[in-house]
């Protein structure tokens, strides 16, 4: 089976800007969450999406949205960039409740 | 509140040496728990879980990591490390029903020397 898949890998915005990062789960995951890795503040999650319905969600601005579509691929979009926002951004899928997460090797945004 | 704790930054070890990585978790219910390993550049990838059951649980890349709920830990081991285990090792606690968010602690950043 393919891994998870993100799209893209390295992504270079200005301030102001908006972005929307891409996320293809595993064949036959239904769970999709996405979490932000920053030097400062390590691993923090977002948001969780299972059967395209945000079930979870982490303490970021409204700024910060997902959405999950009826194949399971996920979108993520980060609305007026801010510098602070530069990160890695993972996605990782699993079956759904009670089953290990599977990471994808992240999108690289970089805000100017 | 779930919270996980790392209190090794950084680990330095020799090739052939045996390997211990601490985690401590605060979970208030029967913890589901993970090690992740993460080389530079590239995402998280699972080394081994902990769901119920045997509390010394085997994973992938001869790790194992015990469970232990009197010391709310679950540490990882590894007998004998290889060059190749160098990268980062984060602990995780969550992902069970009704709580799909992993909560990680800060990470082991581990470098090997021959």
């Known amino acids: 089976k393919a891994g998870v898949t993100q799209t893209p890998r390295y992504l270079i915005k200005t301030r102001g800007q908006q972005v929307t990062l891409s996320c293809s789960p595993i064949s036959g995951h239904r769970s999709v969450s996405w979490y932000q890795q920053t030097p400062g503040q390590g691993l923090q999650f977002l948001f969780e999406?299972?059967?395209?319905?945000?079930?979870n969600k982490g303490n970021f601005p409204g700024r910060f949205s997902g959405r999950q579509f009826s194949n399971s691929r996920s979108e993520m979009n980060v609305s007026t960039l801010e510098l602070g926002d530069s990160a890695l951004y993972l996605c990782a899928s699993s079956e759904g409740p009670g089953q290990p997460q599977h990471f994808g090797d992240g999108t690289r945004l970089s805000i100017l | 509140a779930q919270s996980v704790t790392q209190p090794d930054i950084h680990i330095t070890v020799s090739e052939g040496a045996s390997l211990e990585l601490r985690c401590n978790y605060s979970y208030g219910a029967t913890p589901y728990l993970f090690w992740y390993v993460q080389s530079p550049g590239q995402g998280l990838q699972l080394l081994l879980k902990?769901?119920?059951?045997?509390?010394l649980v085997q994973g992938i890349k001869g790790f194992e990591a015990e469970f232990k709920r009197s010391q709310s830990s679950f540490n990882l081991r590894k007998p004998s490390v290889h060059w190749s285990d160098a990268a980062e090792y984060f602990c995780a606690v969550g992902g069970n029903f009704g709580n799909e968010k992993l909560t990680f602690g800060t990470g082991t950043r581990l470098t090997i020397i021959p």
């Open positions: 999406y299972f059967s395209e319905t945000q079930r």
């Open positions: 902990y769901f119920s059951g045997d509390t």
